[in-house]
């Protein structure tokens, strides 16, 4: 850069751009080349950059080199095709042209009148996206409701179970809260223990119920109706419903017909996390696992897993936006504006915890649009014929196991152990480790029920039948050393 | 695009992000034909877009085309070298790259694993910063301390707060919640109060202490010692103070020794919200303003707002990172790693509320090294330079009024209105929407103790000494229309 500071001078902001556009399409060119999760060991960038920020100003070029020298090695590659890690983190050229073009207008869309745009797209891409998977109307801009985007499914729940919180305190009085108890079961994200800490729930009212292999690690109905009955008798109020539709661990769908109806006796606040797979709710086959949406009074899905939109980007519907409101909203003189006060417009500050918020709605716009609806139900398909197919190798080798059904685009397996030592977890850990530590792909785990389990997630976009083969062979390959030791 | 998805091929991705440079730098170019403050009624868009998402792929240039007639008319232009209202909202160059590589790894960084690097540029950065900002040692990640990357200032004071409010949970027991006080002088930002709503603080006990004229709208020691005594008398328990280096309404600066040693002596969080006014404190002569920063558990700043780094990056430094990772922790089986149960590594989910992050350090660390310390100080100089300008300029019109001194780049003015009927506040309000409905420059407003006051914020990267003058122009303009009428 020059020496004279010129931070947005458009010309030269157009030559250094340009200049980054052919760095980045330069990286997914050659994506496969590096190893998918970093073989950094910790502590590793330290030595490599100097001991404080610079006097003087250094040019793009450098600071590429150094990119491409240090930060490359220690980067775990999510756009990777063989990237199989945890659930995906979908990039895509729509969305990030959509984050292109947020960063700069840089708006910060607090209030309406901060760009109105930010705010006006948001309600309508919301209200498109709700329609795509058949949410009932109350979700909708029009009526008293409306949609969200959220940074995260994690500030999705708390934000719902503040308002839920809110309202039971309003309700039962506020000195109530040590008695406010939460529902989910085990396998639910341990964001809603987050969200829990955060509120002040008291731990010991967060009932995390116990899901098994019975279920397919679903919450039960009759588990549920029971502690129900159990702490109502003892005193407590049953305030918060949290079901899932793909549990992270083995993508499980809670029983939301029966949850529903079991919340509206309890007039609890029934929340849907659906972060990864309501993306496979646009396609009509898929939409039955949504069925008993009707129930809830929250319904969540990340557009960042599984949707082509760049991180982050969190959509949060809602049946009652005042329930949102009225524990989040401030109103602080220097925010104060007229099409604020006549409650013309919609202000989303008083839906979030941070009151400064990006121009998201451009990607999930630029998404729906340049990709449309047919390829987006194409690409979702797309992802889960190749985790069939995974599937189906799997089920061939007898070394292995399919360990719980296969919904979406998630294969639960583990290799079985020759002698039952510890029940094949360190076997399966060390098969983890080894597959990962080849650079070749990256895959996670969880446990169930005391069982060491493999995730193979299919859903990177760059992802095709190619790569499950080759993973699939390496996997083969790690266990046959495995076995032989 | 084709009717075949390609999300992600880079040759595509290089042709049209090519072309996404072209209209951003364009839109750069011409950005001072567009109105400043938009100028749209509430619902324009809804009628301008189709009522759901379209079934098939549209071009690229159609999107374009619509962001250019749909679009832009909704934008509030914050990077308008003509915007002076609320604080600014920097993008620059080097931001902006920063942002776009950010989201071509597109990276969740919640663990160290998950990509080491994006953990490890936030330590070294964040650690520079520290330095540039002479804080003391304990807020260096080499010690008990640190440095972590939050979206906002709410999300900053939320989290300390929670950690305050759990050490003191820890200390004086579970149900001790509801004897919890929180201290601040009601110039404060607003986003502590919705800390206080979130964390279950007590309404009652969240003291907005009185600031006035007497003190340049600073908190007062007195006040302060005065209300700690009342209420440990009560049987209260003081746990929280936060002071302010540059209050949203007029820039006060809070005295931090003082408040320092009070916090000290009643053992209280002792957090320092300096979202604004940090950026300043890079320059030598400005860095007295955060002196009492030694006795702070905490301290904030926004890069996002003058400090030329794209929105949202919000530095926050505690000296015990172990008092927020109590509170934010989680620790479920899916996301555990060797690297993170040896405790080798920084898990920064444990830092912050959200689960998943963007790999933020990319953008502060382009921003230092492009730019270098020297031309950041004479960054923040100028702008300084540019509101005594202004400032000067309102002195000489005797028909206006400096309202506060002027501290940093804000100048907070007002017209005297000819007759007293309500002191001038509907006359500084119609002189503010006057100006702002030209579309020519965009002011926002504040009210300090009743009176109405304009706000003029400098801190626009593309803002240069002849928008100075004919901001000032249209302003005086507007006032002899209104004084005449």
Known sequence: MDNELKPMDAEQLREHAHKMVDFIA????????FPV???????????LLPESAPRNPESLQSVLDDVQKKIFPGVTHWQSPSYFAYYPSNSSIAGFLGEMLSAAFNVIGFSWITS???????????????????LPDDFLSSGKGGGVIQGTASEAVLVVLLAARDRALRRFGKDS???????????????????????????ENCRLLKADFSTNYALSPDVLSEELSHDTASGLIPFFLCATVGTTSSTAVDPLPELGNIAKSYEMWFHIDA????????????????????????FNMNLH???????????????DRHALIQSLSTNPEFLKNKASQTEMVVDYKDWQIPLGRRFRSLKVWMVLRLYGIENLQKYIRNHIKLAEHFEALVCKDPRFEIVTPRIF?????????????????????????????SGNMFISHTVLSGKYILRFAVGAPLTEENHINAAWKLLQAEASALLAN
Not at 37 to 47: K, T
Not at 118 to 129: H, S
Not at 305 to 319: A, E, I, P, Q
Request: net charge neutral; aromatic share 10%; glycine share 6%.
């Open 177 to 203: 809260l040590k008695k406010l108890v939460v529902y989910a079961s085990d396998q639910t994200h341990s964001a809603l223990q987050k969200a829990c800490q955060i509120g002040g729930i008291h731990p």
């Open 37 to 47: 999760l970093s073989q950094v060991q910790p502590g590793y960038l330290r030595n």
């Open 305 to 319: 897993k599984w949707f082509l939109t760049n991180f982050d980007c969190s959509t949060l519907w809602v049946k």
């Open 275 to 298: 972060a990864y797979a309501g993306s496979a709710c646009i396609c009509p086959e898929y939409r039955q696992y949504i069925n008993g949406v009707e129930e809830a009074n929250s």
């Open 26 to 33: 330069d990286y997914y060119k050659t994506i496969e080349d």
């Open 409 to 437: 685009a998630l294969v639960c397996f583990r290799l079985l152990p020759r002698k039952n030592e510890d029940g094949g977890n360190k076997l399966n850990q060390n098969l983890l480790d080894a597959v990962n530590a």
């Open 116 to 134: 109105p745009a930010a705010t006006e797209l948001e309600m309508i891409v919301l209200d498109w996206l709700a329609k795509l998977l058949q």
